[in-house]
């Protein structure tokens, strides 16, 4: 006999799950019916309007409901400007935090960005642990980024790689993407673009106290000229601790309507994040790992120019790889061991450098260096072709200014 | 709880993203109620769509008061009834049911399903309607006995009833005690 209990069991357990030609049926019709709900009768609303305006006696009323209208529009402005809330409370609410769990997303992405960062006493950021996806960067996969103290670790998942840089730029570009979410810091930003007129803040506040407090931030077009990259934001505050819950950006699309681009999500205020976030304690036995703070990588600029040095660069990496110097063509290649760099070139035989082309910048901004497009002849199978390689992109090594070394891909 | 608040002002404000993220995060869970009440899979999907569609309609004048998840299977079990009452005027009686019907036309949920669970899918659709709501209810919705009780407009030493009997006879029917 079957106990009851068992079956009860069963029946929590019971588990189904969509199927994603359900999803997308579900997905096409709700979103159909959400952008309906959105607009109230704009077919219609011409029409009625034509018929009912035709009347020389409702001309006169609709005046009147105008007048109106405007009189009380301007009491209701009035009333939702005058702002029992006040951004303020928001940065104040801030400055106590000292834990943050945040996801930020891109539109069209479904894996988000996730960081947890932890303040020091005086607001400053003492330690940050970033999931980064693959699309963030293709080329270098899904990466876990752990910093403390001016020290980054890059685990580079799909390269099997574990990176140490301790480097002023890398620390400037992070700290930087984590201001712009940093609560203390974005909301003052609004004020001050708003003193300065080139931000109109409006402000709901819901009388159930469930609800966010709304704060739109919309932007004039010469805000541009000051780095503001988006042409509206806006703020969803709870309405108890005053703490940003969620922060959404738009562009303005054609047709004047603001477009949803990315959107950042706020959570566990001030739970304290485990110490072991910030550890690496899950790497896998057979990582490589490349300490570019202990080890001279690259090679030494002298007194050669940024194109002359990435020129070289290139150079002196194929002609390694040609005299089957492996070591030298590690080094100079983020310092990645000898055998990997055997392993990469196994199969690709490179036979002669054809040409090497003038350095350009490098296309991605904030990126740095050069990209420097050569030819190369190579043998494969007994057969010989003409080969570009993408790239190759040279800069200042993380931490070396001095010194020049290739990154990303090389074949 | 928070950020489905979170969520349900943005869906107010016409966030197709907001809207999105609600229907990833109950999907499963609706379908899995609606499937126990109903049995079949076609129409169990059918339910969850037109709850999702109707919630995206209503979503610019929506106010959430308690739980989301509580609101979304509330609508579902409305809709799950209104099958059943159809289904009843078609005298497509339930016990007449074909049992492929019940089976998840999901390749990848067969499989992994076991012969225990796709029994008790089976002996859920012969066990009367008020019982299985009461059932399913309770253990899969989690919901209390007394909030049952008020959506099925019955006393709740009724409800206490109905899932007594209704547990009873599912385990009878998967015992193979009862004589069909």
Redesign the interface.
Known sequence: ????EN??K???N??????AK??E???K???Q??????KPSALTWPKIRKIIMKNPITKLAAAAVIIIGVTLSVTIWDKTTSKAYALEQTIQASHSVRYLHIKS?M?GMEEPKEFWIEFDKQGGIKNIRAHMPEWESPSDGAKVVIWQQGKAKIWFKKKNSLVTVKDKRFSEKLSASVQLFDPKLAVPRFIELEKHGLAKIEIEEPS?K???I?TTATYSPESKQFGVPVDRTIL?V?QTTKLI??M?SYSLAEGSEYE?ID?I?FYDYNQQIDPAMFVFDNLPSDIMQIDQTTQDIGLEQENLSEEEIALKVVREFYEAVIAKDYTKAGRIYGNIPASRIEEMFKELKIVRIISIDEPKPHPIPGVGGFMVPCKLEIEKDGIKSVFEPYGPAVRAVYGQPNRWNIHGGVK | M??D??LV???R?????A??RI?DKH??YL??LS??LLGEQAT??DV??DV?????????QF?LKGSLRAYLATCVINLARDKIRARTRQAQVLDSMNPDTLR???P??NLIESE??TQ??QALTKIPYEQREV??LH??AGMKFREIARLQGVSLSTTHGRYRYG??K??SL??SEVKE
């Open positions: 006999m079957r106990p009851a079956i009860e069963l029946i929590k019971l588990s189904d799950k969509t199927r359900m999803d049926r579900v997905r019709n709700m979103l019916a959400l952008a309906e709900s959105e997303f539109k159930n469930a609800e966010p709304i969803f709870d819950t969620s959404e949803l959107w999500e | 928070l950020e608040k979170l002002v943005k869906c404000r016409g966030n197709k993203e809207m999105c229907y999907k499963d379908l899995t499937k126990g169990a999907e969850v769509h999702f569609v109707s919630f995206a309609r209503s979503a610019g106010q998840s036309d999901n990848a949920q225990e669970i008790l899918r059932v399913m253990l899969k547990l009873d599912l385990r998967l015992n």
